[in-house]
């Protein structure tokens, strides 16, 4: 989305049940080995139960950053790659979990590490038998331990998230979704985008992350691809969850606009900035104050669901949200602070905040890229300052009233829509200082103070 790939080390890792507790930064580095060691060896034990508990307990203690270099020492990727084609769907769901987290919090070198160590051939393999099993099954495939489970579209999930883990850091990866037809996999996923929300969400960040500078991925994008696409924008969800999913789906047509036909192109482009001005419509501060209330009458009538280190329905315990934000790199600027995914279901107001922002914090970066998108390369730039060329511009951007005159830059088509659509107006009413009330929430609750600086 922006014009440089940056690495969501804040990017919500799985959380599995049953998991251990995870070491802690005073044990010693032998005693992360020792664990590390083995966790990995019980991945070849012949009970489906060893080997779930070992890709959990992994999956958990991987969320660590100090535990990571002994997994990787270990070569954990080798090692669980085969898991993902288990034939228990559960290790195949807790071990695409684990490589998630790894790819999350491991940054830009594990995730080369990953595709070197060949990572993205059982991922492919595993997203094309996802896919089988959805359109076979109309993904209900469950799972003999929970009747109400759908293994297929969960693992499928997890799967596509680490997809898109691996492709926004490494060019490899983005050439191995080309060359393996992965796209019409992936879209498979977003035409449940009515049924499951999480999924499609999960589609479309992976989307607007590889159609991201990807010429030799567009001849992919039939007529079939841009009508799911318009479907998933246009769609008449009122869930935050929506509201981002649209948002998404709006930044991928943009990137693909080139594919679209020249009669149709003012069209989409006033689809995409109503679809971007809707998500800037909510006030943030005034969300943040209804939601904080929603959330305390709810634990009021059911004081279990407030209960610290309470669980969600996969069975994954609370984690710390400030430590999660505290660990995004401070340039990181491409929303990637986005922790909901970590938030049990006692948190579902908070994870509806933090949705809502991160949603309006997409719209204003793909809306910056539509007014930029034409801007010079950074070779470019690096010529045009270094030549007498730069002075004779700043020259003549100026009238004789000392007024900077800037080029018409827009195409028409975007400039009408952006006026038609008051984005102006609606970007300007962001910069406002956020709702002191708002603000006074966040500060009195840790779990909702992460949202200040969001």
């Given at each position: 989305?922006?014009?440089?790939?940056a690495k969501r080390f804040g990017r919500p890792p799985f959380s599995p049940a049953g998991a251990p507790k995870p070491?802690?930064?005073?044990?010693?580095?032998?005693?992360?080995?020792?664990?590390?060691?083995?966790?990995?060896?019980?991945?070849?034990?012949?009970?489906?139960?060893?080997?779930?508990?070992?890709?959990?307990?992994?999956?958990?203690?991987?969320?660590?950053?100090?535990?990571?270099?002994?997994?990787?020492?270990?070569?954990?990727?080798?090692?669980?790659?085969?898991?993902?084609?288990?034939?228990?769907?559960?290790?195949?769901?807790?071990?695409?979990?684990?490589?998630?987290?790894?790819?999350?919090?491991?940054?830009?070198?594990?995730?080369?590490?990953?595709?070197?160590?060949?990572?993205?051939?059982?991922?492919?393999?595993?997203?094309?038998?996802?896919?089988?099993?959805?359109?076979?099954?109309?993904?209900?495939?469950?799972?003999?331990?929970?009747?109400?489970?759908?293994?297929?579209?969960?693992?499928?999930?997890?799967?596509?998230?680490?997809?898109?883990?691996?492709?926004?850091?490494?060019?490899?990866?983005?050439?191995?979704?080309?060359?393996?037809?992965?796209?019409?996999?992936?879209?498979?996923?977003l035409k449940r985008f009515q049924t499951n929300v999480d999924l499609a969400v999960a589609v479309a960040s992976c989307?607007?992350?590889?159609?991201?500078?990807?010429?030799?991925?567009?001849?992919?994008?039939?007529?079939?691809?841009?009508?799911?696409?318009?479907?998933?924008?246009?769609?008449?969800?009122?869930?935050?969850?929506?509201?981002?999913?649209?948002?998404?789906?709006?930044?991928?047509?943009?990137?693909?606009?080139?594919?679209?036909?020249?009669?149709?192109?003012?069209?989409?482009?006033?689809?995409?900035?109503?679809?971007?001005?809707?998500?800037?419509?909510?006030?943030?501060?005034?969300?943040?104050?209804?939601?904080?209330?929603?959330?305390?009458?709810?634990?009021?009538?059911?004081?279990?669901?407030?209960?610290?280190?309470?669980?969600?329905?996969?069975?994954?315990?609370?984690?710390?949200?400030?430590?999660?934000?505290?660990?995004?790199?401070?340039?990181?600027?491409?929303?990637?602070?986005?922790?909901?995914?970590?938030?049990?279901?006692?948190?579902?107001?908070?994870?509806?905040?933090?949705?809502?922002?991160?949603?309006?914090?997409?719209?204003?970066?793909?809306?910056?890229?539509?007014?930029?998108?034409?801007?010079?390369?950074?070779?470019?730039?690096?010529?045009?300052?270094?030549?007498?060329?730069?002075?004779?511009?700043?020259?003549?951007?100026?009238?004789?009233?000392?007024?900077?005159?800037?080029?018409?830059?827009?195409?028409?088509?975007?400039?009408?829509?952006?006026?038609?659509?008051?984005?102006?107006?609606?970007?300007?009413?962001?910069?406002?200082?956020?709702?002191?009330?708002?603000?006074?929430?966040?500060?009195?609750?840790?779990?909702?103070?992460?949202?200040?600086?969001?």
């Open positions: 989305m922006g014009k440089s790939k070491l802690r930064s005073g044990e010693a580095e032998g005693g992360e080995a020792a664990a590390a060691a083995e966790l990995l060896e019980k991945l070849q034990d012949p009970s489906a139960d060893v080997r779930e508990f070992a890709c959990a307990s992994i999956s958990k203690l991987l969320q660590q950053k100090q535990t990571i270099p002994a997994f990787v020492q270990r070569d954990v990727v080798r090692c669980l790659g085969p898991m993902l084609l288990d034939q228990s769907l559960a290790v195949r769901e807790t071990a695409t979990g684990a490589l998630r987290n790894l790819s999350a919090c491991g940054g830009f070198d594990v995730c080369d590490d990953m595709v070197t160590k060949d990572v993205m051939t059982p991922l492919v393999a595993l997203l094309k038998q996802c896919q089988s099993g959805l359109e076979e099954s109309n993904g209900s495939v469950k799972g003999t331990k929970d009747t109400n489970k759908n293994y297929t579209e969960d693992i499928a999930n997890e799967a596509v998230n680490l997809l898109w883990n691996v492709c926004e850091s490494n060019s490899t990866a983005v050439s191995i979704f080309n060359r393996e037809g992965c796209l019409p996999v992936v879209l498979q996923y989307l607007q992350a590889v159609t991201e500078d990807n010429p030799d991925l567009l001849s992919a994008f039939d007529s079939s691809a841009h009508q799911l696409l318009e479907m998933a924008m246009v769609s008449s969800g009122k869930t935050v969850e929506h509201i981002l999913l649209r948002t998404l789906v709006a930044g991928i047509i943009w990137n693909i606009k080139s594919t679209v036909p020249s009669g149709s192109q003012a069209g989409t482009v006033n689809a995409i900035l109503k679809t971007l001005s809707e998500c800037l419509e909510p006030d943030a501060g005034e969300a943040v104050i209804r939601l904080k209330e929603e959330e305390t009458e709810r634990l009021k009538t059911s004081p279990e669901l407030g209960v610290e280190g309470s669980v969600d329905d996969r069975g994954s315990s609370e984690v710390n949200e400030d430590e999660a934000m505290e660990e995004t790199p401070p340039k990181n600027t491409k929303g990637n602070n986005d922790i909901s995914d970590l938030l049990p279901r006692s948190k579902q107001e908070l994870k509806q905040a933090t949705s809502l922002l991160l949603a309006q914090q997409t719209a204003l970066e793909i809306i910056v890229n539509m007014c930029c998108s034409e801007e010079p390369s950074d070779d470019e730039w690096e010529e045009l300052s270094s030549s007498d060329e730069s002075d004779a511009f700043l020259e003549n951007s100026y009238e004789e009233g000392g007024k900077l005159m800037s080029p018409l830059c827009l195409s028409a088509e975007v400039h009408t829509a952006l006026m038609n659509h008051l984005v102006p107006k609606k970007i300007l009413e962001k910069t406002a200082f956020p709702n002191s009330t708002a603000v006074d929430i966040c500060t009195q609750s840790p779990a909702w103070k992460p949202l200040i600086k969001k």
